[in-house]
């Protein structure tokens, strides 16, 4: 394909500082580029702890076992997501109860979430979709009321923000992804934020497999051991010294994203209306981190349509999410109700091209020559 759906950027000191951390003899986790990381998001961002993780995915878990959910607990998801934001708790025992999302943002519907709640409930988990906020306000005004649990799933909200705030300070936890598909990578990659201070102790414990490694590093204790559950969480060294060299290049990412952003946005108005498409939107409390531009189709068969006729050029288009709520490994134990929304997204969404060296002036002519 002459213009893949995804490139991942690097920003030519990677190897620079994998080198680095190699001939410096310390390569696990929680060395010299680890700790940089993490105090750079929580400078920049006001994250009160930050942990990187090998994953969002991890991060997921690791909150799943931080907010203590017991089989039969009851965790309240979008059904329009990633996998991840499910299993992570699926793992740990927990009933995930789907909510819907808007009829013209993919994301949660905070206006339906207080219908779900039960004794049972014990977390909810927003998730904010193509990086554009959730209703944070409302969510964490129900979180109060009913004394709940707010994991953020910020895998796609890098450098995002609602009413001012950072994506992933509001949550009393938050997980973001550095996958090659986001906006800084790492290959593989993630990081825990702790907002909340009755959290952070146990999440270090967690991070280093049940134990106490990380105070007895900083010589708050004199011997560690095994003291709690946990995994295995922290990635390597390799993996921060790549990591450090996105970071240093944030900005200038983020710049050349939003500059393709507003390239499609402005570009692909006049046409979206002629054929009956949506653009993306974002709602005024909201900030847009080009984490991606999707179109929301008139039809499943547009959609296929407008794939294959970009695939004719050389251009791959991809669509996601399958509503989790009727995927093969929850259908049976979802508890039936329809939910509309997220099965208009399956079946209509479709996402372009997203990444910084992108020929968007190519696609947006190939795009447009799509008529009906
Ligand atoms: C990418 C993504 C994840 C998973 O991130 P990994 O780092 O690959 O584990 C989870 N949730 C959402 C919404 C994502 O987009």
Redesign the pocket.
């Known amino acids: 394909m002459k213009i893949p759906f995804n490139k991942p950027y690097l920003t030519g000191k990677e190897t620079q500082y994998i080198e680095e951390a190699v001939k410096s003899g310390k390569i696990s986790g929680n060395g010299l580029f680890t700790q940089k990381c993490q105090a750079f998001f929580e400078q920049k961002y006001g994250f009160k702890k930050v942990l990187l993780t090998t994953?969002?995915?991890?991060?997921?878990e690791m909150c799943a076992i931080l907010a203590n959910i017991q089989p039969g607990d009851e965790v309240i998801i979008p059904s329009f997501?990633?996998v991840?934001?499910a299993v992570a708790f699926v793992r740990q025992g927990a009933k995930i109860v789907f909510a819907d999302s808007y009829e013209d943002n993919p994301n949660i519907d905070a206006s339906k979430i207080e219908a779900l709640i039960t004794p049972r409930t014990k977390a909810i988990v927003p998730?904010h979709?193509a990086g554009v906020a959730c209703d944070m306000d409302k969510i964490m005004q129900l979180a109060s009321q009913y004394n709940l649990i707010v994991i953020e799933?910020a895998?796609?909200a890098m450098d995002s923000f609602y009413k001012g705030k950072p994506l992933g300070s509001i949550g009393h936890l938050a997980?973001f992804?550095?996958?090659e598909?986001?906006n800084i990578i790492a290959g593989?990659?993630?990081m825990l934020t702790i907002n909340d201070d009755r959290f952070s102790k146990r999440a270090e414990i967690i991070w280093e497999k049940g134990t106490n490694r990380a105070e007895f590093f900083r010589g708050e204790v004199n011997k560690y051991g095994w003291v709690d559950t946990g995994s295995s969480f922290l990635p390597s060294e390799i993996t921060a010294a790549f990591l450090w060299a996105q970071i240093e290049n944030l900005e200038k990412i983020q710049k050349k994203r939003l500059e393709h952003w507003h390239y499609y946005n402005s570009h692909l108005k006049d046409w979206a209306i002629n054929n009956n498409i949506k653009t993306m939107t974002t709602p005024n409390d909201a900030t847009n981190n080009a984490h991606m531009f999707y179109l929301v189709c008139e039809s499943m068969n547009q959609r296929t349509a407008i794939i294959a006729h970009l695939k004719s050029h050389d251009i791959l288009a991809v669509f996601h999410y399958i509503s989790l709520h009727s995927s093969p490994y929850y259908i049976e134990k979802h508890d039936g109700r329809a939910l509309i929304n997220s099965d208009n997204f399956t079946a209509k969404l479709l996402r372009l091209p997203m990444y910084y060296e992108l020929d968007i002036k190519e696609v947006v002519n190939k795009i447009v020559k799509y008529a009906e």
């Not at 994953?55 to 997921?60: E, G, K, R």
């Open positions: 994953s969002c995915t991890d991060a997921l997501t990633f991840s934001t998730v979709y799933d895998a796609q997980a992804s550095f996958h598909t986001k593989e990659g993630g």
